[in-house]
């Protein structure tokens, strides 16, 4: 007897959304359309990189698309989003999709607490 223990592997895309330093508004239209995208594509996870400003005071684009994301997550657009200091093992959103997707532990933003990045989970 043979069991198959297969499973949807994760597929998370990678979205810079820093490049050609975009006002506000250009990043958030970016973001929303490579959202829309992904989830079209099939996609589990997008990874945004927005940076963390170039202050180290926090940066608008982190600030701002941060408040646009948790928007999504009250409209049910996205099951929700990680800050990039959350996307750690320890963090129990995390831990539970590194569960479903194990393959993601490999992730170089793992465990880094990059506030740069957010993940958007779908």
């Given at each position: 007897m043979?069991?198959?223990m297969s499973r949807?592997?994760?597929?998370?895309?990678?979205?810079n959304l820093e490049e050609g330093m975009p006002t506000?508004?250009?990043a958030g239209l970016r973001m929303h359309h490579e959202?829309?995208?992904?989830?079209a594509e099939g996609c589990t996870a997008v990874k945004l990189i927005h940076g963390y400003g170039s202050s180290g005071a926090g940066g608008v684009l982190r600030v701002e698309l941060q408040k646009e994301l948790r928007k999504a997550v009250l409209r049910g657009d996205i099951k929700v989003f990680i800050a990039g200091e959350g996307w750690r093992i320890s963090d129990e959103t995390t831990w539970q999709?590194?569960?479903?997707?194990?393959?993601?532990?490999k992730d170089p933003d793992l465990?880094?607490?990059?506030?740069?990045?957010?993940?958007?989970i779908f």
């Open positions: 043979v069991i198959s949807k592997l994760a597929k998370i895309k990678t979205v506000v508004e250009q959202l829309h995208k992904a989830r999709f590194l569960k479903r997707f194990p393959e993601l532990k465990g880094r607490q990059n506030l740069g990045i957010s993940i958007v």
